[in-house]
């Protein structure tokens, strides 16, 4: 079975330009969230959401959002793009929003 | 919510060399996991391990959940073990929350 897949893999914009991320969980996953990883640091968390609801929110501007799709698949857009928005940015899926987390590669953002 | 500490950050061994990787939770966790990342960014899960002791290979891990910690044990480790150790684990608010990492460089 495929894992958590996410694209791009990479991404350059500018600041002040949107970007859309997206991801496949691991089929039969209902639970979608988001990381941020910047360098040197651990991933922070942005968000999950399980059944196409949003079930938590870490501490990040209302710049950033996300949704979940009837087939699970996930969508992160980051308006208004800052430099500070440089980062890895991770999927991970589980079969519940309490169960352990699988993670995609990244989608690496690099803001010019 | 919950407050995670790795130690050592840094670790450099030589090959063949064992080593104990420890995390601290500030409070009761579930769902806590343990995951390797490559120099190319990939997370690999190790263990979910909220209680007890698993093996896998040359890789073990022990969780004292009435403590609040976990430990990593490397056996024999190889060069291919480098790279960043991350724990973490989910608190009351469901989040999951990771520690600052602990850097592994095994020389050859």
């Known amino acids: 079975d495929a894992g958590v897949t996410q694209s791009p893999t990479h991404l350059i914009k500018t600041r002040g330009q949107q970007v859309t991320l997206r991801c496949s969980p691991i089929s039969g996953h209902k639970s979608v969230s988001w990381y941020q990883q910047v360098l040197g640091q651990g991933p922070q968390f942005i968000f999950q959401y399980y059944e196409k609801e949003e079930r938590g929110r870490g501490n990040f501007p209302d710049r950033f959002s996300a949704r979940q799709f009837p087939n699970y698949s996930s969508e992160l857009n980051v308006n208004a793009l800052l430099l500070g928005d440089s980062a890895l940015y991770l999927c991970?899926?589980?079969?519940?929003?309490?169960?352990?987390?699988?993670f995609g590669d990244g989608t690496r953002l690099s803001i010019l | 919510g919950i407050q995670v500490e790795q130690s050592p950050p840094d670790l450099i061994l030589q090959e063949g060399a064992n080593s104990t990787l420890r995390c601290n939770f500030s409070?009761?966790?579930?769902?806590l996991q343990w995951f390797h990342q490559n120099p190319w960014g990939q997370l690999i899960n190790l263990f979910y391990?909220?209680?007890g002791t698993k093996q896998n290979g040359r890789l073990s891990a022990t969780t004292v959940a009435t403590e609040r910690y976990s430990l990593l044990y490397i056996s024999s480790s190889q060069t291919t073990d480098s790279g960043v150790y991350f724990c973490a684990g989910t608190g009351a608010n469901s989040k999951l929350t990771f520690g600052k990492g602990i850097t592994l460089s095994v020389r050859p």
């Open positions: 991970a899926s589980s079969l519940h929003s309490n169960q352990p987390q699988h």
């Open positions: 409070d009761s966790v579930n769902n």
């Open positions: 391990i909220p209680s």
